[in-house]
């Protein structure tokens, strides 16, 4: 039977903001890959409500949101509980992201204008801003959306839909052992060197910038452990 343990999640406080429901589904997407939300725990929409100072329902929208995004999973008069991932799961999800993401990437490689680059390059000190904080919630955020705006500008937005799907299965696995502030710069790095070997028409590095951090998602949900 699962333990009911909202107090295990740490979430930032959220109010006075627009998008409020979209708003705390990303923040509940971030705990999942941060791995403060775990398989076998039930979170009630009221518990979570309190935390956030909201009331109850956009939580509970937020986490509807969730359920239809395949990542959690409702459980009648009780609450959600996140839906558990097998290692042979994470190893298949990041698989298809590779068969998607680099050869997508590689496509833009010498097509991004300036004002692209630019919007891109502001995403990545994003990223590499909170790395260097150590704040792996504030990185989880930053790095979604520059993968979301990368993979937009295919102009396919069924690849760009299911490579958001995968990204979001993916985060189930939650994070084995937690990266270290060195960890996070390193990876975050990688979003600097796309964004340069694609405004320079470098497929061969722009592709391996995008395996690299996909290698850096694999390892740390396995605790550091390779196929």
Not at 45 to 67: C, H, Q
Not at 108 to 116: N, Q, R, Y
Request: proline share 4%.
């Amino acid at each position: 039977m699962s333990a009911l343990a909202d107090e295990l999640v740490s979430l930032p406080h959220i109010g006075g903001r627009h998008s409020l429901r979209r708003e705390i589904a990303d923040a509940l997407r971030a705990a999942l890959v941060a791995g403060k939300m775990r398989p076998g725990v039930i979170y009630s929409a009221p518990a979570l409500a309190e935390k956030f100072g909201v009331s109850p329902t956009p939580v509970r929208e937020a986490m509807i949101d969730l359920v239809n995004d395949g990542l959690i999973e409702a459980i009648r008069y009780r609450g959600f509980r996140v839906v558990p991932l097998s290692a042979r799961d994470l190893d298949e999800l990041i698989e298809m992201r590779e068969l998607i993401e680099i050869p997508a990437v590689a496509r833009l490689a010498g097509s991004v204008t300036d004002e692209v680059a630019d919007g891109l390059r502001a995403l990545a000190e994003e990223v590499l801003a909170a790395a260097r904080e150590g704040d792996l919630l504030a990185y989880t955020d930053a790095d979604r959306r520059f993968h979301a705006e990368l993979l937009t500008l295919n102009g396919n937005r069924v690849l760009a839909q299911t490579a958001h799907d995968l990204c979001n299965r993916a985060r189930l696995y939650g994070l084995a052992t937690p990266p270290d502030s060195a960890e996070l710069v390193a990876c975050a790095l990688e979003h600097g060197r796309l964004v340069e070997a694609l405004v320079k028409g470098e497929t061969g590095k722009a592709e391996e910038s995008m395996r690299r951090h996909l290698g850096h998602v694999r390892s740390w949900a396995r605790g550091g452990r390779t196929r």
